[in-house]
């Protein structure tokens, strides 16, 4: 079993940067058998991927909304994701959760682990 932690939400202005990191520890745990994901919700609507790490930190994925704003990155000495987030805008506002995923991003709802969340909201 994976374990998931976030941190790095909070309340900032449209424009401004955060940081968002998820630790991740367990006994099976590698980024090399573990897709890396960050996603986010907001009440009422489905949990949505912002952005995945593949396999050993090998390709990378973003959703069309959050292209060229937000990096996804890892820091395999800390076991650690991170997601770097710029000119955030009032519509980013959501709770944002990390995932591993075991296979390689396929399935991250059926087998994938999940963090608690972090909330990120975006003042206009």
């Known amino acids: 079993q994976v374990q998931l932690l976030e941190s790095g939400g909070g309340l900032v202005q449209a424009g401004d940067s955060l940081r968002l990191s998820c630790s991740a520890s367990?006994?099976?745990?590698?980024?090399?058998?573990?897709?890396m994901g960050w996603f986010r919700q907001v009440p009422g609507k489905e949990r949505e991927l912002v952005a995945a790490l593949g396999w050993n930190g090998g390709g990378t994925k973003y959703a069309e909304s959050v292209q060229g704003r937000f990096t996804i990155s890892r820091d395999g000495t800390k076991n650690t994701v991170y997601l770097q987030m710029n000119s955030l805008k009032p519509e980013d506002t959501a709770v944002y959760y990390c995932?591993?995923?075991?296979?390689?991003?396929?399935?991250?709802?059926?087998?994938?682990?999940w963090g608690q969340g972090t909330q990120v909201t975006v003042s206009s």
């Open positions: 367990g006994r099976t745990f590698s980024f090399r058998t573990y897709a």
């Open positions: 995932a591993a995923d075991p296979t390689g991003g396929r399935s991250w709802f059926r087998n994938g682990s």
